[in-house]
């Protein structure tokens, strides 16, 4: 992709051994003008010095990236080149009652890791890189006073019994975020502070970083899980599943809630064998603090036309175990859009094996809901 003829390029000051994170060599980055005069955007334009800078009137109007069929086959090296800066319009808090009582605000979109069956992407076309929203000020301030109104939880329910849960991370990994600026450091403080809710996002990278933030229970981090074989075919660029597993001890003992997400359940051969096998590793790995107060949420796998179509453009083996037509069937999404998931009594069976060797293998482990 040429440049274009807006773009401003600058030269980097750090050696190529020492650029932060290895998940991005960030080359690009498509800035809404407030966004990038904000402190939060030049903060981000400081961490990559070598970034060209192109203005845009939009974060979600990129001709360059969303909608460019030929962006398909550089799928996962756009997102580890490009950036997007914007500001959010739209503050609200939706009910959710699944992972969160409600899903906050979103501080990011996109993500830098390019799992195969991720549903974000459905909504931008054929690039899906992080965009950065930079008014985090204005959007902590919004959930201040929402958590305000709450007041104190009355009654226990699946998602916490005695505090709020805002799910800040339903449309990317604040893990990953957290290598590009403070958006995710600035709400795990804000939320150590209000002491009738808490924080909580699923993430498949280990970011060390984090465990320095203090977040004093007030934040619930739920490490994505599925057998390792799943992971090295479908989490493309994640972190390994037993680097996830192996840093759950620390992040506990750092002041973090830990949960597990088992996520996506993918129906293949052989896969009761592999998920009892993952399960059994938990029990023997995993130390008695985490146990005592984990829990889990079971995620069958659903997939999408468009997002199958792209997938056979960049990563067609994914697509030989996600996309089984003889298994699924159409699903009306919250959205209102159409997905497919497993037919529901194969889905039904299915969540009934799991939970059965949950129970054979990990019997601490608490499943708090499963769809």
Not at 299 to 308: A, E, F, K, S, Y
Request: with cysteine.
């Amino acid at each position: 992709m040429p440049p274009p003829r807006n773009a401003t390029r600058r030269t980097s000051t750090v050696p190529a051994d020492q650029r932060p994170y290895r998940l991005l060599d960030v080359r690009e980055i498509h800035a809404e003008p407030e966004a990038l005069a904000s402190p939060r955007g030049r903060q981000v334009v400081e961490r990559f010095p070598a970034a060209r800078i192109v203005e845009v009137a939009s974060h979600w109007g990129i001709p360059e990236l969303h909608g460019n069929e030929g962006n398909v086959e550089r799928w996962a090296r756009i997102k580890s080149e490009v950036l997007v800066l914007g500001v959010k319009k739209s503050l609200a808090a939706r009910p959710n009652g699944r992972s969160a009582d409600w899903i906050a605000p979103s501080s990011a979109n996109g993500c830098a890791l390019a799992c195969a069956y991720c549903y974000v992407p459905r909504r931008k076309g054929y690039a899906n890189p992080i965009t950065v929203f930079t008014n985090i000020d204005r959007i902590i301030g919004y959930l201040g006073r929402h958590v305000a109104r709450q007041g104190r939880k009355h009654e226990p329910n699946q998602c916490d019994p005695r505090a709020w849960v805002y799910d800040i991370g339903e449309n990317n990994d604040c893990s990953v975020d957290a290598l590009v600026c403070d958006n995710t450091a600035d709400l795990i403080r804000a939320f150590r502070n209000w002491p009738n809710a808490k924080a909580t996002f699923a993430t498949k990278w280990v970011n060390r970083d984090l465990l320095d933030l203090d977040p004093r229970g007030r934040t619930r981090i739920r490490f994505s899980l599925m057998p390792p074989a799943d992971a090295r075919l479908l989490d493309v660029r994640a972190a390994s599943v037993p680097d996830r597993l192996a840093a759950a001890g620390d992040f506990q003992a750092a002041g973090y809630e830990v949960h597990f997400n088992l996520s996506p359940v993918v129906i293949r051969p052989g896969w009761q064998a592999d998920w009892a096998e993952l399960l059994e590793r938990m029990d023997g790995l995993l130390p008695t603090a985490v146990k005592q107060q984990a829990a889990a949420e079971i995620i069958m796998l659903t997939h999408n036309q468009g997002l199958h179509e792209v997938n056979l453009g960049w990563h067609p083996k994914a697509e030989q175990v996600l996309w089984q037509p003889g298994l699924q069937e159409p699903k009306r999404s919250e959205n209102g859009s159409w997905n497919v998931r497993y037919r529901a009594g194969r889905k039904a069976e299915a969540l009934g094996e799991l939970r059965s060797l949950i129970d054979r293998f990990a019997p601490w482990l608490q499943v708090r809901y499963a769809f």
